[in-house]
Nanobody
Framework: QVQLVESGGGLVQAGGSLRLSCAAS????????MGWYRQAPGKQRELAAA???????NYADSVKGRFTISRDVAKKTVVLQMNSLKPEDTGVYYC???????????????WGQGTQVTVSS
C-alpha cells in the first residue's frame, strides 16, 4: 500500500501565505512525478503544480509567480509554498505521486486525502 499524507492547509487572509507538505510512504519503488491538484467548490479538480524527477516544473497559469513547488526525491516529499494567496485559491488541495512502468507505459497514481485551504477576502 502507498500512502500520501498531507499537512499545512488552513485559513488565511488574502495576501497571506501557506505551506503545504506531502510525504509518500509504503511499497512504492520509485516516483516519477509529484504535485498538487486543487478543487474549488462546484468546480472540477485542476492541476496547481507538478514537478517531475527530470524536466520542467509545471504551474497552472493562475498560480505562476505566487506558488513554488519543490521536492525531495530521496525522502519522497513535495512542498507547495503558496504566497500572495487570493480568495479564488480556496479549495481542497490534493497531493499526488505518479509513476510510469515501461515498456507498456502503464501509469499509476496515488493520492492524498486532501487538505482544505481557505482564503478570506
Amino acid at each position: 500500500q502507498v500512502q500520501l499524507v498531507e499537512s499545512g492547509g488552513g485559513l488565511v487572509q488574502a495576501g497571506g501565505s501557506l505551506r503545504l507538505s506531502c510525504a509518500a510512504s509504503g511499497s512504492i519503488s520509485s516516483i516519477d512525478d509529484m504535485g498538487w491538484y486543487r478543487q474549488a467548490p462546484g468546480k472540477q479538480r485542476e492541476l496547481a503544480a507538478a514537478i517531475p524527477s527530470g524536466g520542467r516544473i509545471n504551474y497552472a497559469d493562475s498560480v505562476k509567480g505566487r506558488f513554488t513547488i519543490s521536492r525531495d526525491v530521496a525522502k519522497k516529499t513535495v512542498v507547495l509554498q503558496m504566497n500572495s494567496l487570493k480568495p479564488e485559491d480556496t479549495g481542497v488541495y490534493y497531493c499526488y505521486a505518479g509513476r510510469t512502468e515501461w515498456p507498456m507505459g502503464s501509469r499509476y497514481e496515488y493520492w492524498g486525502q486532501g487538505t482544505q485551504v481557505t482564503v478570506s477576502s
